[in-house]
Each structure stands twice: as C-alpha cells, then as structure tokens.
C-alpha cells in the first residue's frame, strides 16, 4: 500500500482519490492558519506554481491538534488561504495528524517513524508514492535541500 491508495476528504467537499496523482511528486505539508509559520503559505503557493506543471503537486492538509492553531470551518480555512496568500493548490478535509485518530494519509507518511512535531512539517512523496524526505516545519519552502529532493523526484 502506498498513499496513492489513500482518499481523503476535500476541504471544500467531495473526496480526493489520491491516486489520481500517481506518476507525480507530492509535497504533503500540515498547515495552519494561526501559527508563527503561517507565512510559509506564500512559499508553498510559488513552490506550486514552479514546479506543477513539471510534476509536483502540493497538498495542504489542515490540522487543529498544535495549540488550536486551525479552529476555523471548512469554509474560513478556504477563504483565508485564498483571500491572504492566492492559494490555489488542493486543501484537504482538517483531519489529525498524530494519535489514535491519525488519518490513513498520515499513517502512510509516517510509517514507523516520529509523529509530527508541528504545524507545516512536510513530507516529500516520489512518483511511485513512497516517502523520499521528511521536513521539520522551520524548513522554508525554498529551503535549496527541499528543492534539491523535489528536483530529483520529478518525472523525467
């Protein structure tokens, strides 16, 4: 099993069957819309912009489970997202990220390994929807050691 086996919930309804993004780079990345990191958003949107049309997609995937720092509604995450940083890469469904009701996708990208640590930790996934690289939050989206796995993983 991969996380191209995963669906997860739109944020703006729906599903989203992720295997519809096999073949290409994911960037996974938990986000909040109250946090220090917040800024990254702007960040992200050019890295998606960049890089999507030669195989990256990036999801954002919004989580309450670091100090309550995304309580709003499905509706004011997407309006706060579009209206102060332009994004137009997929949101998910909030969901939790970490414990016992840790959504699928997460259980996939963590594996065995360490539980998220914070908002806007990211997670890079191949084409064939393994993990290749974790990120720790602090990590800027133009950080040139991302940019460099990204890069490497790109369909060809």
């Known amino acids: 099993m ?5 669906s997860i ?10 295997d519809r993004y096999r073949g290409r780079v994911l960037l996974v990345v938990n986000v909040a819309s109250r946090c220090g990191l917040t800024p990254q958003y ?10 999507a049309d030669r195989g990256l997609t990036l999801i ?14 499905a509706d004011e995450i997407e309006e706060f997202c579009r209206v102060n940083y332009g994004v137009t890469f997929p949101l998910t ?20 390994g360490p539980d998220v640590r914070w908002n806007f930790e990211k997670f890079v996934v191949s084409p064939d929807g393994t993990v290749a690289a974790r990120f720790d939050p602090g990590t ?3 950080d040139p050691e991302l940019l460099a796995v990204v ?4 369909p060809r």
């Open 2 to 6: 991969t996380i191209f086996d995963v």
């Open 9 to 18: 919930g739109a944020l703006t309804g729906g599903t989203t069957d992720l």
């Open 42 to 51: 702007d960040g992200l949107q050019t890295l998606y912009e960049t890089y």
């Open 60 to 73: 954002g995937v919004p989580c309450d489970q670091f100090a309550h720092q995304e309580p709003g509604t």
């Open 93 to 112: 469904e909030k969901v939790e990220v970490n414990g016992p009701g840790r959504h699928p996708l997460y259980r996939e990208l963590i594996g065995g």
């Open 140 to 142: 800027v989206p133009d």
């Open 151 to 154: 890069e490497k993983h790109l």
